[in-house]
């Protein structure tokens, strides 16, 4: 199986979402996050991902910066949908994003990302 490839993507923020969310919003999930489980950050920057990859050469990194331009109902979908997130149940997701949409300004949105991609070739 040499010459087969991976290929592992992580986006991460390069500044928040551009107008920036408003205080009910923001305080809103707030409240939420101290009640679910730590979002996955942490764990893509131990780099505790990278164990168990010892069938692969060492890996490559770089980045791709771009933008992810949406509505306020991505905005709230995007919220409600990190993995942190799926400790709520479906209900209440679906509830906090609709509170979220009627919270968050009705005008185009943008979020600054840096693709980060770690590729290796079996060895």
Not at 47 to 63: H, M, S, V
Not at 94 to 102: K, N
Not at 104 to 113: C, D, F, K
């Amino acid at each position: 199986m040499s010459g087969c490839w991976l290929v592992i993507c992580f986006n991460e923020w390069r500044s928040g979402f551009q107008p920036g969310l408003p205080t009910e919003a923001s305080e809103l999930l707030e409240e939420v996050g101290e009640r679910i489980p730590k979002p996955g950050g942490p764990k893509v920057e131990s780099a505790e991902w990278r164990r168990g990859l010892g069938a692969f050469e060492p890996l490559e990194e770089f980045a791709v910066d771009h933008d992810w331009t949406t509505d306020a109902e991505g905005v709230a979908a995007y919220y409600v949908s990190v993995s942190s997130m799926g400790s709520l149940p479906a209900n209440r997701r679906a509830s906090l994003r609709q509170q979220l949409v009627e919270m968050i300004p009705h005008v185009r949105h943008t979020l600054p990302l840096a693709a980060r991609v770690y590729r290796s070739q079996r060895r």
